[in-house]
């Protein structure tokens, strides 16, 4: 099947306005991870979803962002009164929450530019 | 904070040439993952290894893992122009095992 895909590839907002970014994961995959890399650094978890558990939200960085996963399958990071800092690649990941030793699949990824 | 660091941060190296990456750890892990990521944007998984096994291979892949160290390497022999990358480690931590910590990386260049 396709793998994990992300929308919008790109997007580009004011300083102020709120921004939401979509993931829909592989199917069947029922954990979902939330990074944020910015240019030249490495990823920075933000949020892991696995299945019906409440969400591990420690990589949030403030009370702005925030996600959340519909019927176990879609994913939606939603980001509040954005900041230029704010600006980064936000990567979605899924994988087989069944396997202990656990290979995570990569969408492309959305590219955020605040300005 | 990232967990992961990898070592150099930036390679370059001419075609045919073996590359060799290295990553060190902090904490207690159950495995390692290597990842490789084009242009800044998504990643593949290249290459996994467990907290009990020292070494893996995978087509021109050699991986390398020394818990005592904290340490893990990664081999890429006969380098093609293709395998012009950013590549990351991830760990595993034995008490959460569906995160992963990623590294920092290295920018590998391969001149043709």
């Known amino acids: 099947g396709a793998g994990v895909s992300q929308s919008p590839s790109n997007k580009v907002t004011e300083k102020g306005k709120d921004v939401e970014l979509r993931c829909d994961p592989i199917?069947?995959?029922?954990?979902l991870y939330w990074y944020r890399q910015s240019l030249g650094q490495g990823l920075e978890f933000l949020i892991y979803?696995?299945?019906?558990?409440?969400?591990?939200k420690s990589g949030l960085p403030s009370d702005r962002f925030s996600a959340e996963r519909t019927g176990g399958s879609v994913s939606t990071l939603t980001i509040q009164r954005t900041q230029q800092e704010d600006s980064a690649v936000y990567l979605c990941?899924?994988?087989?929450?069944?396997?202990?030793?656990?290979?995570?699949?990569f969408g492309p990824g959305t590219r955020l530019t605040v300005l | 904070s990232q967990q992961g660091e990898e070592d150099p941060q930036a390679l370059s190296i001419q075609e045919g040439e073996n590359a060799t990456m290295n990553c060190s750890y902090k904490t207690s892990i159950n495995n390692l993952q290597w990842y490789r990521q084009n242009s800044g944007r998504g990643l593949v998984h290249l290459i996994l290894i467990r907290s009990n096994e020292r070494e893996k291979h995978s087509g021109r892949l050699r991986v390398t893992l020394d818990t005592s160290k904290k340490s893990s390497s990664l081999l890429i022999t006969a380098s093609r122009a293709a395998d012009t990358a950013s590549y990351f480690c991830?760990?595993?931590?034995?008490?959460?095992?569906?995160?992963?910590?990623f590294g920092q990386g290295t920018r590998l260049t391969i001149n043709p």
């Open positions: 990941a899924s994988s087989l929450v069944q396997a202990p030793y656990n290979e995570q699949f």
């Open positions: 199917s069947g995959h029922t954990a």
């Open positions: 991830a760990t595993g931590d034995v008490k959460g095992a569906q995160k992963l910590v």
């Open positions: 979803f696995q299945g019906n558990s409440a969400p591990d």
